[in-house]
């Protein structure tokens, strides 16, 4: 195939069948990519649709048990199918061989087996809710989730198949790092990208599997009537809070330590500066998954967990926050002397900055024990994480989606409309969730199909907010699909960037470099590489 | 649902309502120390940011970056130790007011409370009286409860006194307070537990000494009171009111007027003509006969009502001409 060293990956092979079995990994990840806005789509569509219910505490369009399925829809889809994969799978596959100067990932076959898997557990979790009419939340909770009904274990069932997916992936990432780096690239040279989907794999290697002991429990408690989780045969349903959170607090980790990635890549490029304190980045995403394993319990605070339990927990979860923080003042202080460009991945990187900051800083509060207490399950709390979640990972995630786009397609959007776009969802997101944290700490719980009279003119500001940050979902849909009709194409480094992926072409070529690059400088050594 | 009940107390504060205890002030002294505390670090950050997106914007003259700094030792040293001595300040202040709010004080008033799909009993021991929906207890005096459910998790939220516990099958689980106001305030359930979550709400009336001495006395009264006003009392004080009318209005449930004696319709195909028998066991076993056009939403009354509070309301229903 030495002919198609210089075509670029699309034009290589051509039709729909040559896209089902291809194991080239920027394939893969677009074709992720295109599920994984299908998901974030759907996810946000139930949303939309909860949020205009709520503009009344009586009905508006759905009834109390249709609201609960939504909400279930909404987490479950918006947890396990979009925001897990998002950034390893559909980003980190393009970018992550090519960062590290690979010509692939380590088993290309083993990639496309996780697309598939990934698809098949989407399918089977979305037909599972939808037929099982779930809602039961996406946490799943005993006794209400085996009480109900059965679906909890085609639930859990479909979450492990996505599992095993993202074990797949996170394996396959571990080895390329591991044995594909180009010659000269050693640890301490390789993206900080690179090194947060390092940090993420492990998690992923490592805590999932306990989704899967989780569902052989709940499928003996079923079968053979052992009292494991359900009160009612003398299990005890705290015991399933214990798993269901040993694996989803790494998982939180798992969705935002990409992010934390991207925002490196963004921080350099975008200021021509070498990052601010490369090892500590590097070190705390390690430090983050490593920590993350041992704060689960302050999810439960008000559980029904032993008080000693608790405070060892809140202790922990506060030592967590350190890492975090070390990586936002790194990266305010990369644009010192620098020469910042303002474009719009750079402008996603800021909004996470502050978004995520935001996040942290409520987390603080929920971390603290007697503060919890009042809290906890309130609308605070679902403030706190979408700032986390939304406004950390999704806001990396679109940053990295522009700053990769050209590269990914050899195409640029419009700078303009992006921007435009750029500042409604950041507007928007605001309305949407920082009035939350107003009605969480007022006492309005979460969950709740109808609610106090008082409570309704924040619910309509925050649902208000929501058209606008889906209008700027709009235009981005819009202009990034139209961006794909445009003549010109894009040079090799539209921005500037000097990590390995900006020194080959535009799309890159079927594997990736014409010729092996040899590294014998830092990541982004700006003063030595010159593109 | 037009019966909302709304006795959230707010205050002018925009981020809590009234507290109503010492213990809640203190909660809330420390969350306004943690939002100021990070409202200056995030404002510092924000600050220092602008100020190099401004000083550093790419211009004609900045087109590279004017120096590579790439660490300083002392400043990340300082950005790892400050922060993290804040945080233990607020770890170790948190965990001192949640001791005391764990740990209740000697002499407490004793209420048994008992969650299930989708309302809140209690029981006073001491005095053998049972409420639904809505606890007595007198001002300034600590108050225990003694919580279980019947059937899933769910969790009493009381806002105005920042507490909250969840409530568990097969396990007791404890919550305490003082309330140091009159007044009546709101009780919500805050873990999820299914189709009427949102309506899970009781109300905490708190009393007087002299109010709540006259509120054991006449809830006592039941033992002599005649039967038929005793089911009538019930129907407002068990709450039936939320779901059945008087009036003939159909509501979540059918209508008491004119119930007895006539022949009901049920789910199942089968039908029987309403009588004393029946309407006993649609209170005790809801879920066995459901009437045609309703859903099995009433809760089993087994163990939450006396046989004499039954028969009360038996005559009572059968006044509804
Ligand atoms: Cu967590
Ligand atoms: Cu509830």
Redesign the interface.
Known sequence: MGHLENINFFKAAKGFKSWLITVDHKRIGIMYLLFIVAAFTLGGLAAGIMRIELLS??KVLLT??QY?QFFTLHGAIMVFLFIIPSIPAALGNFFLPLQIGAKDVAFPKLNLASLYIYVFGALFCVYSMWHGAV???WTF?T??ST??DTSVISMTLGAFILGFSSILTGMNFIVTVHKMRAPGMTWFRMPLFVWSLYATSILQVLATPVLAITLLLLIVEKTMGIGIFD??IGG???LFQHFFWFYSHPAVYIMILPAMGIMSELFTTF????????K?IAYSSIAIALVSFLVWGHHMF???QS?LA??IF??LT??V??PS??K??NW??T????????KTPFLYG?SF??LF??GG??G??L????????M???YYVVAHFHYVMMGGTVMGFLGGLHYWWPKMFGKMYNEFWAKIACALIFVGFNMVFFTQF?LG???M??????????FQPLHQFSTSGTWVMGLGFIIVFIYLINSLFRKEEVSNSPWGGITLEWQTTSPPPVYNFIETPIVDNDPY???KVKI | ?ST?N?S?V?SGD????EPLSTLAKD?DY??YV??WG?VI??LG??L??IY??LK???TKS???????????HK??IA??VI??IL??I??V??????????IPPEDTLKINVTGAKWFWSFEYPKNNIKTLNQVYVPVNQSIEFKMISK???H?L?I??L?????V????Y?GLWFKAEKVGRY?I????????????MLADLIVLSEEDYEEWLNSANESEDIPLEDLGKKLYTAKACNGCHSLDGSNMVGPTWKGLFGKIRNFTDGTSVKSDENYIRESIVYPQKKLVKGYQNVMPSYAGLLSDREIDGIIEYIKTLK
């Not at chain 2, 568990?168 to 396990?171: E, G, H, L, V």
């Open positions: 505490p009586d109390a048990k609960n809602d039961t939340g909770y006794p209400y009480t109900t009160p009612a005890d349903p705290v200021t021509k500066k070498n990052i601010f304190g490369y500590a008000l559980s029904g008080d608790s405070t809140s202790a506060f030592i926050a350190i923080a070390i936002v003042f305010i202080s644009m010192y002397k620098g020469s910042i460009d303002l800021l900055l502050f900051s935001v800083f409520t603080i509060v971390g603290t024990l007697s503060l919890d207490v009042h906890h399950d309130t107003i700490s007022k006492g719980p979460r969950r709740y199909y109808s609610y106090l009279d008082q050594d700006f003063e | 649902m909302k709304n959230l707010s925009i981020w809590f309502p909660i420390l969350y943690t939002m990070s670090i995030f950050m924000f220092i940011s190099f997106l550093y914007r790419r900045n087109l590279v970056a004017q120096k590579q700094v790439i660490e300083n400043l990340e950005w790892t922060p993290l945080v233990m607020l770890f202040w948190g965990f001192k007011d949640y001791l005391r709010l764990r059937d899933v998790l969790n939220f806002p105005n920042r507490i909250k516990r969840d568990i099958p097969n396990s689980s709101q919500f359930c805050t873990e999820y537990c299914g189709d009427k979550h949102s309506e």
